[in-house]
T-cell receptor, first 109, second 114 residues
Framework: LAKTTQPISMDSYEGQEVNITCSHN???????ITWYQQFPSQGPRFIIQ???TKVTNEVASLFIPADRKSSTLSLPRVSLSDTAVYYC??????????FGSGTRLLVRP | DTGVSQDPRHKITKRGQNVTFRCDPI?????LYWYRQTLGQGPEFLTY????????KSRLLSDRFSAERPKGSFSTLEIQRTEQGDSAMYLC????????????FGEGSRLTVL
């Protein structure tokens, strides 16, 4: 099972870079790694997805080492509105997409 | 707004009553998921449809839960004889056919069982 492990919570300040690491030791060869953001009383929202090395979009970067047993979501220059729960997902099978408990990020002024 | 709509947004019911939630996915998405989320926890997988076929169902789901997607478009999730432990946010997500892992979630339906 491609179970994921993330820190329960992280604190940061506005303008800082935040890196959240997820461990997925049993990731399968064909699995992608996906990160979601969730605000209270809303559904999770897709942030970024990758398979290996580095992926960057307008909101984040995703770093995946060669062994793919972990991944790091990087949020540049966070703002108060980035306070949310961040989930790392690895596909367990062709159908099952299992969320872990997520990382609660608190951005302080 | 992701384009996935869920109804009702909030439902308060008494223990023992039946409730039904509806999800309208993005029209061209043929894959549809239901999740349940309780306070402080990540979304918990309930079931998955590809078109009208229910291909996966969580073993955590009791027989009181049933889901359908009759024409491969909208889906319903019914909970019979509700219990207080069913109180949660029920989330629906849809996925484009060839996509891997990118779920488009609705706003959820919050159930409170008194």
């Amino acid at each position: 099972l491609a179970k994921t492990t993330q820190p329960i919570s992280m604190d940061s300040y506005e303008g800082q870079e935040v890196n959240i690491t997820c461990s997925h030791n049993n990731i399968a060869t064909n699995d992608y790694i996906t990160w979601y953001q969730q605000f209270p009383s809303q559904g999770p929202r897709f942030i970024i997805q990758g398979y290996k090395t580095k992926v960057t979009n307008e909101v984040a970067s995703l770093f995946i080492p060669a062994d793919r047993k972990s991944s790091t979501l990087s949020l540049p220059r966070v703002s108060l509105s980035d306070t949310a729960v961040y989930y790392c997902l690895v596909e367990e099978s062709s159908y099952k997409l299992i969320f872990g408990s997520g990382t609660r990020l608190l951005v302080r002024p | 707004d992701t384009g996935v709509s869920q109804d009702p947004r909030h439902k308060i019911t008494k223990r023992g009553q039946n409730v039904t939630f509806r999800c309208d996915p993005i029209s061209e998405h043929n894959r549809l998921y239901w999740y349940r989320q309780t306070l402080g926890q990540g979304p918990e997988f309930l079931t998955y449809f590809q078109n009208e076929a229910q291909l996966e169902k969580s073993r955590l789901l009791s027989d009181r839960f049933s889901a359908e997607r009759p024409k491969g478009s909208f889906s319903t999730l019914e909970i019979q004889r509700t219990e207080q432990g069913d109180s949660a946010m029920y989330l629906c997500a849809s996925v484009p056919g060839l996509s891997t892992g990118e779920l488009f979630f609705g706003e959820g339906s919050r159930l409170t069982v008194l």
